[in-house]
């Protein structure tokens, strides 16, 4: 933690409070799990997101290490199984007093144990002196857990349990304190008051001032989760899952932004990935579907958990993220308020060993006791049932005794489909049916706020359905982001296009577009931006970025898949393309820089794709939208050589010299191509030869022939004394081009001839069989005089054309011919490369890993 990133809270700002900064500083609370804390390696690694992700006015809640809990709550019930047998036992019988000693061996033992388990905690992480201080305080407790353990254990129950917690805080906040920033440990049981044990209703008024109090200025709290008092000021517990619950409902009390619950796994999936492999994960998902699912049987969110996250007087929402403490640079799952893209997730759950209970109490209106009772997994009051858990078989007997009605009890299982408002869409109700038929359900529900369509099973579900369901409800639900980098020329046709795009092709029906970029300004959001207004929503809403600000944004975004969509000019933003490959990010470019920069940057940039899964299409830095591209890699795949590329590759030349007699100024037509959008943003791009250059060098590679921009010989079409101008000023002088192109067509026009900018490459045979590919092409770009009926004189304005020779095609070459520019052909391009894309995006299957299960 740097000493900038240390920032207080507004509550601890005493005196000036017109200029404190720091009151809209966001407090995020981050709660560490057991598993995330059971060893030194594991604390290390929670110290680590700490420094990295905390502020001093943040707050940190803790479970017990590792299986502390579990041992202490042995502990209670071997101590309980002594005493009932000492009660019972004749000690002047030898057997029977034998196993008395015998128990009360264990049980020492035991302590033992836990006592060493948390020694060595210390030991490893703190230093001498803090480990001396802090192995002082857990023997003390250990001293009084013994005369709990003797005495009157269900007096103590709660104080024995909260042990875990309270040695867990109590090391990380020593251990904060001593490298990384002040911290002090805080007893949930001073400030969290709840009405009892068995409702968890929180006092937030009385928890929210008596937490204020026990935080300290300038110091990082670290609080135990998972316990409070009661309000007769008992110790209680919160329960199974108690530390997650405890932290939402400090994220309540002090207005947190965001919980982040560091866990074991990396996010919430659409099914439980340790027996659905091809689960996907959930990146963000509305509050209403998290807690539906935590109701029906998310093994990572309980509903409980999520009570405190929407604050009904305030509308204050805070988001939670659910994120691996093994994988911290992982983007995990967001929980809170979205738009129609996370509404539009779908996932499958199940839940076994059910009862459906059948009853006329459960019928009409009389129905809605049972339901506030028993809060039932679903029911259907037409029908007359409820579905609930085996354990609540006895206490509905009794209430249903006490009605005076009968029941009848069989057991079920459910299988559940969840997303925002599902029970409302008719064709995910069909699909759901369709996929359920083997099943053979017994009834079909909808859950609360039909965020769920329930269906109840005669059988334990099996995890082969679970997995047939999920493929039906989830096989199209990719969900893929794009951003739009340069939005001039290409990238406002491109934009103009997807629309109709979009509804057209079912390929694209996940398709978002999230971001729009300029050189300067940046519109980016994640809910989605109105494809039907996207420049105008730029115009209102862009602001100014950086790309380290674009960066973060997407290292965190929630899609599935991102594309970029490269249509700039821009050298400086095709070296970002590392970064996106190194992220999984696909890239879409007509921007030809980076597929023509170095051999050296080319290939690391090809690997690190590779590495990372990420795609790179850019068929239109040649020909625009002519299949070039694929042609030749599909030559190259099907096993064929190439021999030889030629051919008219610059839009704006070949309608320049197609249309050129000289009976207007060369430089007339060049004005002319850049209003038409074909040429490059400053046409001495084309004028040089430098864009012809790019395009062979682009098409050499993809033919296999390893060589550097440096390797094709560029004939540059402008003078020196145009060389340095910015680009206004060229085009102002451009008519110092004229003289030049009339002589050289006078003279060409002269021999029956014409000029056409040419590019050529060929493969020359190695006498001396040289390794170095780069020795077996002869490459140039330049102007040629061409006969009249030459293939490549003969083309319509703007055309392009390619001639391909190849071991197949020597005696009678491939020509690829069509327009090689203009804004509806290029943007038509980007959107193949778009459509393909999202083709092999669909095949593309996320095997999800869990740590320690498949990894
Ligand atoms: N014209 C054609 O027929 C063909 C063009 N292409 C390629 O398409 C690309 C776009 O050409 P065109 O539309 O004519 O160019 P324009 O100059 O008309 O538009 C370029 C856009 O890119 C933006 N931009 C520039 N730098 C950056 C940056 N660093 N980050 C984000 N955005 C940036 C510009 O923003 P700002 O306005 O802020 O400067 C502008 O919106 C070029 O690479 C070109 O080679 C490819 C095939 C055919
Ligand atoms: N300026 C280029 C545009 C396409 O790459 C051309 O004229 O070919």
């Known amino acids: 933690m740097t000493q900038e990133s240390i920032v207080l809270e507004n509550e601890f700002a005493v ?32 110290l680590e997101i700490i420094r990295q992700h905390c502020q001093l006015n943040d707050i940190v809640v803790v479970s017990a290490n590792g299986k502390t809990t579990d041992a202490l709550f042995a502990l209670y019930t071997q101590a309980e199984t002594l005493q009932a047998e000492k009660l019972n036992a004749d000690l002047s019988n030898e057997s029977e007093a034998a196993q008395i000693a015998t128990l009360s061996a264990e049980l020492v033992q035991s302590v033992a144990l836990l006592t060493q388990q948390q020694e060595q905690l210390i030991s490893e992480l703190l230093n001498e002196n803090n480990a001396n201080t802090i192995s002082h305080l857990l023997r003390k407790d250990i001293e009084i857990l013994t005369t709990w353990l003797s005495g009157d254990l269900a007096l103590h ?16 906040s020593a251990l904060l304190n001593e490298q990384i920033c002040p911290s002090n440990s805080i007893d949930a049981r001073e400030f969290l008051v709840i009405e009892n044990e068995q409702n968890c209703l929180v006092d937030y008024a009385i928890s929210a001032a008596q937490l204020r109090q026990q935080r300290q200025f300038g110091k990082l709290a670290v609080i135990t989760g998972y316990i409070a008092k009661d309000n007769r000021g008992h110790n209680c517990t919160l329960g199974r899952n108690g530390s997650d619950y405890s932290a939402t409902i400090i994220a309540a009390l002090v207005a947190a932004r965001t919980v982040t619950l560091w866990t074991d796994v990396n996010g919430i999936y659409s099914a439980d990935p340790r027996v659905v492999p091809n689960a996907r994960k959930l990146h963000r998902l509305p509050n209403g579907v998290a807690k539906e699912l935590g109701r029906l049987g998310n093994p990572v969110l309980h509903a409980k958990t999520l009570l405190p996250l929407v604050n009904p007087l305030s509308e204050h929402h805070t988001h939670l993220h659910v994120a691996s403490s093994f994988d911290p640079q992982v983007v995990g799952t967001e929980i809170g308020k979205f738009g129609q893209i996370a509404k539009q997730e779908l996932s499958v759950t199940y839940l076994n060993d059910l009862l459906i209970a059948h009853s006329e109490s459960f019928i009409g209106e009389s129905l809605l006791a049972a339901k506030a009772e028993f809060a039932p997994i679903c029911l259907d009051e037409e029908q007359g049932y409820i579905v609930i858990t085996q354990a609540q078989q006895k206490s509905l007997s009794q209430w249903l005794a006490s009605h005076d009605t009968e029941v009848t009890f069989k057991p079920v299982s459910i299988i559940a489909t969840v997303g925002h408002r599902v029970a409302e869409h008719g ?12 099943a053979q359900p017994l009834c079909l529900a909808n859950g609360e706020n039909n965020h769920s369509l329930i269906a109840v099973l005669p059988e334990p579900c099996s995890i082969e359905l679970l997995n047939n369901v999920h493929h039906d409800m989830t096989k199209d639900a990719r969900h893929i982001g794009v951003v739009v980098a340069g939005l001039g020329n290409i990238g406002q046709r491109f934009l103009e296009l997807l629309p109709a795009q979009l509804n057209r092709i079912s390929l694209l029906e996940n398709v978002h577009l999230v971001g729009l970029l300029s050189s300067k300004k940046a519109l980016i959001n994640n809910d989605g931006i109105d494809v039907n207004q996207a420049l105008t929503m730029f115009e209102q809403s862009a602001h100014e970025y950086t790309n380290e600000q674009l960066l973060a ?16 000019p821009c050298e400086q933003f095709s070296l970002l393309y590392q970064d ?7 890239v879409i470019g007509a921007n030809k820089w980076a597929a023509s920069s ?69 430089s007339t037509l060049l004005l002319d191509a850049l209003a038409q959008g074909i040429t490059e943003p400053d046409p001495r791009e084309d004028l040089s030869g430098r864009d012809v250059q790019r395009k062979l060098l682009i098409l050499a590679r993809k033919a296999g022939f390893e060589l550097d921009l440096s390797d094709i010989t560029c004939q540059n079409l402008v003078p020196e004394s145009l060389q340095g101008l910015s680009t206004q000023e060229f085009l102002a002088q451009a008519s110092q081009l004229d003289s030049y192109f009339k002589e050289a067509f006078e003279s060409a026009n002269a021999k029956a001839s014409c000029i056409r900018y040419v590019a050529r490459l060929q493969c020359v045979e190695d006498d001396n069989n040289a390794t170095n590919a780069v020795a077996k092409v002869k490459a140039k770009v330049s102007l040629e005089v061409l006969p ?34 203009g804004r509806d052909v290029t943007a038509g391009g980007l959107h193949s490369d778009l459509v393909n894309m999202c083709q092999q995006l669909a095949h593309k299957q996320n095997k999800v890993t869990i740590k320690g299960i498949n990894e």
Request: glycine content about 6%; aromatic content about 10%; overall charge neutral.
């Open 15 to 46: 005196g000036n409070t017109t200029e404190n900064k720091l009151a809209k500083q966001a407090i995020h609370v981050h709660k560490f799990g057991g598993s995330s804390l059971a060893t030194a390696e594991c604390i290390k690694r929670v």
């Open 553 to 568: 944004w997407l290292s965190n975004h929630p899609y599935d898949e991102l594309i970029v969509v490269d249509i700039t």
């Open 598 to 666: 170095s051999s050296e940057k080319y290939q690391k940039l090809i690997d690190t794709a590779a590495a990372n899964h990420s795609m790179w299409l850019g068929n239109t830095t040649v020909g625009a939208g002519l299949p070039i591209n694929y042609a030749i890699k599909d030559l190259r795949q099907s096993g064929d050589e190439i021999t030889e590329i030629s051919g008219i590759f610059s839009g704006t030349l070949s309608w320049i010299f197609q249309t050129y007699d000289a009976s207007v100024p060369f």
């Open 157 to 172: 129950h709660n104080d024995i349990l909260a042990l875990g917690e309270v040695w867990s805080a109590r090391l990380l």
């Open 788 to 821: 009249r009926s030459d293939a490549f004189a003969t083309l319509t304005p703007c055309d392009n054309i390619f001639k391909i020779e190849s071991r197949w095609y020597q005696d009678n070459a491939l020509i690829i011919r069509g327009p090689g520019a």
């Open 427 to 438: 064709d995910i109700r069909a699909r759901f049916k369709r996929s359920l038929k083997t």
């Open 580 to 586: 996106f490959f190194e992220q999984g990010i696909h």
